[in-house]
Nanobody
């Protein structure tokens, strides 16, 4: 079982920056593919960025060049640096861990990001 705890959400003006962090406990962190997803009311949860155990990252087209995902396997932490935020980036952001061997997936409780125009 993997537990994920997010932090760092909040209110920011358009053009500003926020840094989200997710600390994992349980499991073997370095094996997991870690990711950030977001969801707004009435819409499906969408993938924002994912990073493999060896640091390979992929981003949604909508955030490419503005967001950066990183991980510190020694601290069981994955971070999402969000720059040049837009009102459409506002959502609840969720940390995700996926074991690539078993396929098991775990979610954090979510953290709210609000971007004012």
């Amino acid at each position: 079982q993997v537990q994920l705890v997010e932090s760092g959400g909040g209110l920011v003006q358009a053009g500003g920056s926020l840094r989200l962090s997710c600390v994992a406990s349980g499991g073997i962190f370095g094996f997991n593919v870690m990711g950030w997803y977001r969801q707004v009311p009435g819409k499906e949860r969408e993938q924002v960025a994912v990073i493999t155990g060896n640091g390979g990252a992929n981003y949604a087209d909508s955030v490419e060049g503005r967001f950066t995902i990183s991980r510190d396997n020694s601290k069981n932490t994955v971070t999402l640096q969000m720059n040049s935020l837009k009102p459409e980036d506002a959502a609840v952001y969720y940390c995700n861990a996926r074991n690539p061997f078993s396929g098991r997936t775990f979610w954090g409780q979510g953290t709210q990001v609000t971007v004012s125009s």
